[in-house]
């Protein structure tokens, strides 16, 4: 499943495979939400497979907007797809601890 982003009233939806290959689109795609935007929420419930590239880019996302003030939530830690490789890579941590 090609990488899929919907965006509804500041939640952005990521569905399909997040790997290598989508990082360098995912950061110029959330720096230019990172500029207009002081809080948002990315939402990894549907993403089929998470690589340990895009772990440690939504990692950097997560300090990023901390350095700038800002506030990301990402919400997916039910989804096994994804909390099993930020297990691994040690990134789980900026995974919100509850659904919104």
Known sequence: MPLE???NRGVYEILGEVTAQHVGTLQAYFD?????????MVNLENVTVLDSSAAHFFEKLYRKSAELNKVVALIGRQNENVLEIMNTTKTNYILSPDRV
């Open 32 to 40: 230019s939400i990172l500029e207009t935007n002081d809080s948002f």
């Open 5 to 7: 982003i919907k965006e």
